[in-house]
């Protein structure tokens, strides 16, 4: 029981990268104060906790909905990490760095959905939501 918590804990944390996180926070927040960076972070815990819910929870309803089996999702999650990580090494930037300044509010968007919740956790979260019995 224990080595299946920290089987799926290991695999969470390190597909939401937590270093990377906390760096595109603190260069996004830098002209902020201490107020709103708390309130920032608060939304955007408790966004990260719904869409991690709801995508452990309802990711087998989704797979039946769409008609998804749980072998081709695991390799169109893993073609996706792939392409992600070649943009990544190209060095292209996904967010214009103009754009993230001019809004305050970016703890749901582009903060909790895109960086912390993206498509590997999204498709860990299905996958170990699906094959829980």
């Not at 815990?45 to 990711?59: D, E, H, K, P, S």
């Not at 809004?103 to 993206?118: E, H, Q, R, Y």
């Amino acid at each position: 029981m224990i080595e299946t918590f920290f089987a799926l804990y290991l695999k969470i944390f390190f597909m939401m990268t937590p270093f990377f996180i906390m760096s595109v926070f603190i260069s996004m927040s830098t002209d902020m104060n201490k107020a709103d960076k708390k309130n920032t972070i608060i939304k955007m815990g408790i966004t990260v906790m719904v869409a991690c819910v709801v995508f452990l929870f309802f990711g087998p309803y989704i797979f039946s909905l769409f008609g998804i089996t749980l072998d081709a999702f695991k390799i169109g999650a893993g073609t996706v990490l792939f392409l992600s990580a070649l943009d990544m090494i190209r060095g292209d930037s996904a967010l214009p760095e103009k754009d993230l300044k001019q809004s305050k509010d970016f703890a749901v968007v582009p903060l909790a959905i895109p960086v912390v919740v993206g498509p590997g956790v999204i498709g860990v979260l299905m996958v170990i939501g699906a094959e829980i019995p």
